[in-house]
């Protein structure tokens, strides 16, 4: 809203009242006619004002004070009637001037008496801009000044401040600089932080008894304010702690108490507000006593005996009202009626403190024992007792259970006002009942408001992901509102689509299969974007479709769904199934979808897929929740692999945000993030290492195993020049593939390529031991091979039985690790293994595949140089159509990769092979090869153009030739720094010849 546009809704919804019709106080003094100066000057209107200080625009200024003989009697003054409402002329910002150590300002506005409370609500959430609140404090008390005991004071203090910031609640005041608001402005400057924004402390004060108050008249205005009044008057000044002021105008000056209903009604609208927008519970609220005189006493007999009752939390030892409560609350908790002794020393106890009558003090104990009748809605907090329970613990608790609400519905406020503590302590007790699904549901909320202590608490009370997580719930957790975070992975989504999304489009799994993709990378595939999950997903949606009407996918997300097993059981649906009972595994299930999609029949055929605590982490990531997301990550397994993925995931995230030109402080958290999990990673493995070097190497090993399309060592690889220890780990464990089953340390090449030439060398060669190989990660087809090598010696029996065995028994032999294998070894081959084994174990390793590559490479160029320096003939000749082959066998092979890789797209495909240089300089050789060889088989020019062409395409394969010997322990880092300098070479040199062309 404009400034012009919001100056003139303050003026049209709110007004003040000024006194326009002289009525004398004091009817005993001057009768003169006209008023004299003396009149003027000492004779007061019943408003509070003088005669020169009041408006005589509807009625001309009287000529004698006081009627006189004959004449009608005066009448007495009242608002209606003698009072003007007019637009408020007093409306913006104090700057309070008593405080050279911190900058305290606040709002304020003048108000009439009888304004409408939704209006001040409006004022409130929509022009001030306070947080919503969860909670509301009204705090009474004295109005003079009073000493609090130094244990009551902090108690007070640190309680009200600490609930009210835990909370994000409100406090209302009197906002005078007297009396208990000025302990509440004390408790906000010790305990209540430098942030503006989060204090919300409002004064509701009378404009009457404000000194100095002229000095705020203006529209729109910044006004510096002095609070230090001068002690002779009997007005107050404003207190410069609280954050807000609503000053109440009735007409009168220096009277107190017309904030009181306004005040009151205003209470009644802000306990009408939602506390969350996603939870349909009420704002609590609370009346905290300290001191007080005789009007407290009404005050506490208003707020209890309300429907719904108030809570009254009493703060015993502050003096006054407070302890007459505190006195009568221990002396009626067992028998609501007083001794007859007791009664009297209480009413001479009652006649002492406020210093009354007789008859005002038995009023006064009517009134109290009247408040006993609602005991249960008070609580007194003794500061000095033993109970060590938190003020601010005993403040919530208070309003808890004032609320009278189920246990849901506690459970709901609790999570509003984040205090985990306070659930566990008086919610999720011993005992306690609960609806189905309801908890679900909290747990549902806690993730979307991102409350990880309510996560955590949940979990810890027997709550299961994998029984919570669904495809609903998981999609409305990635649909929820979230400002700018939803608005990024909306534009992942069109970056990964190439397509705009139109207005109110639902994210669906699938699509964060293909933004997960997209970020990854390289050829990793996501669950979400599997054959087996689209055909579960879909068939759960036509499934849903079709029954709309009775299990929607809304009642879906709020958990209604029915135990599936309610039919086959007689469980108390009140409590939950958490295991399912042992079924074999049928053999013809498909392996990949082991876990991922179960039918159960008896529901309408209806799909069930399930999720764990790595769908849930993923989704924290992308939704930008590090402290969620760092919470899930201590849960579930495959931590050093989640770890890593998130570090990609991150910084991904952070390249796509520079690239959208977004805030480059999101960029950055992006990249902190990032860092952050990358360390986790790499201190992770640093203290498996150090603990048990094999354990880490298994580690590794088994993660590997899990992550196979995006490996967590990639993570450690890149982090290997921070710390020593993971550098050591991930060396060894890159030996160990690298070397497979051979065991050579030294001169490793040599032994290799000798065996290459003399085949029966590879007998002589040592191999791992089995429990070495345990720590290697071994293909599927080598642990086939090795099985259909020990056929002999073992019944037809026993290999089905081993092929049917299920996980709870053991793996079957496909499945298992390389321990397992071995164990099937050594009833035949006892402590060496079979020549054919060896052979096999020989070709199939990685180092040998790469010499024998590199072989057969060094003759390939041999025979191209060979080509290039002899005189081409018509005809090409043996050495250049070996050539020819082993190129288009090559070119081959690469198109294979492209089509074979995991992307489903060929763009996407294209894309991912292309980012890597080694591929873009093999696609070039190839194509200029391909050119040449077209032009030499046509005369000259063209078979010399083609010669031409073949010299330049060399140049290719030789340079490939630094990518063979990267490998080299010692060689290699400097080859990969001169790679990286052609390619820095290389595209500046483009962009140059790019500019030039354009500025020619």
Known sequence: MSSLSCKSWMEETFSKRECVKFIPSSRDLHRCIPVCQVCQNLIRCCCGRLIVEHSWQESPPPTVICPGPGQDEAEDWSMERHTSVSPTDSYGTIDFQDNATRVCRAKFVRVAVDTKPEALLQLMLKEWQMERPKLLFTVHGGCENFTLPPKVKHSFSKGLITAARSTDAWILTDGINTGVSKYVGEAVKTFGGHNLRKRNTVGITPWGVIDNNTDLIGSDVFRPYQPLGNPLSKRACLNSFHSHFLLVDDGTLGKYGCQQGLRRKLEKHIQLLKIHPRLNQRVPMVCVVVEGGPVIVSTVLDYVSNNPPVPVFVFEGSGRAADLLAFLHKQTAIDRQLDADIKQDFLVRIREVFGVDREEASRLCTLLLECMDHRQSITIFDSESDDHVAPDAAILTTTLKGTKASSAEQLNVTLAWDRADIAQKDVLVHGQHWQVGSLEQAMLDSLVMDRVSFVKLLIDNGMTMSRFLNVGRLEELYNMPQGHTGHFLHHLVEDVKQTSLPLGYRLSLIDMGLVIEYLIGGAYRSTYTRKHFRATYNQLQDKEGKRNSTFSLSKQKRGMIPNLQKSKSHQDPHFFRTAQPYKCKDKNMPHGTTGKAVWIPGISEAPIVSFNFNDLFVWAVLQQRQEMALFLWQHGEEALARAAVACKLYRSMAFEARQSSMNDNIAEQFKAYSLEFGQLAVNLLDCAFRQNEKMAMKLLTSEMEAWSHFTCLQIAVSSCHRPFVSHSCTQTLLTDLWTGPLNMRKNSFLKIILSLLLPPAILLLEYKSKAEMCHVPQSHEAILFVRDTLKTGATHEETDHLGNQDA???????????????????????????????????????????????????????????????????????????????????????????????PRQLRQKLKIWFSEYWNLSDFIAIILFLAGLTMRWHDDPFRTAGRITYCLDIIFWFVRVMDLLAVNQHAGPYLTMITKMLCIFSMFSSRLLTCSLLWS
């Open 808 to 902: 709870e028994h053991g793996l079957p032999v496909q499945d298992r690790c390389c321990d397992s294998v071995s164990k099937c070894l050594s009833p035949f081959t006892g402590h060496c293994a079979s020549w054919i084994t060896r052979l096999y174990d020989f070709y199939t390793a990685p180092v040998v595949k790469f010499c024998f590559h590199t072989m057969w490479y060094l003759a390939f160029l041999m025979l191209f140089s060979y080509t290039i320096l002899v005189k081409m003939g018509d005809e090409p000749s043996v050495q250049e159509w070996l050539v020819i082959l082993y190129i288009l066998s090559t070119a081959v092979e690469k198109t294979r990769e492209v089509l074979m890789s995991e």
